[in-house]
């Protein structure tokens, strides 16, 4: 889905790492997006990372708050960590990216230390099969 930010809409977002920071960024608005991360030296860091697990949110609402929690989802923010959750990171950008990674979005993996976490959306590790959508719905009234 299009990340908008300061009034720029980002779409096909594709971001590199090495050592944890951006070296390469692309998309269809790629000369605005490296101005955007060359802000500061904290904008090309992740200031906050984090599964949607949220049973009842499957689809966007233009809405962050509720965007990030979407089942099957990742979302990252490039920037600023919180306090509440800090990773030390500073910038003057916190910038929430989401990607979609269930089938009906063209699924995905995402890999721990070559290690499968996820896989189209839902957590694959044993340990963590628990917050999968079914694991966490509320009980229906009969």
Not at 81 to 93: E, H, L, M
Request: net charge negative; with cysteine.
């Amino acid at each position: 889905m299009p990340g908008i930010y300061y009034g720029t809409s980002f779409a096909d977002v594709c971001l590199d790492f090495r050592e944890g920071r951006v070296v390469r960024a692309e998309a269809n608005e790629t000369r605005r997006l490296n101005e955007l991360l060359d802000q500061d030296e904290g904008a090309r860091y992740v200031g906050e990372f984090a599964f949607g697990v949220h049973p009842l949110i499957t689809r966007p609402m233009n809405d962050m708050l509720f965007d990030e929690k979407i089942a099957g989802s990742i979302h990252l923010a490039q920037g600023n960590a919180y306090d509440v959750c800090d990773n030390g990171n500073r910038s003057a950008i916190h910038w929430d990216l989401i990607l979609r990674q269930t089938p009906d979005a063209g699924g995905g993996e995402i890999r721990f230390d070559d290690v499968p976490v996820s896989r189209d959306g839902r957590f694959v590790l044993d340990e963590l099969a628990g917050l999968n959508p079914e694991n966490l719905a509320p009980a229906r009234a009969a």
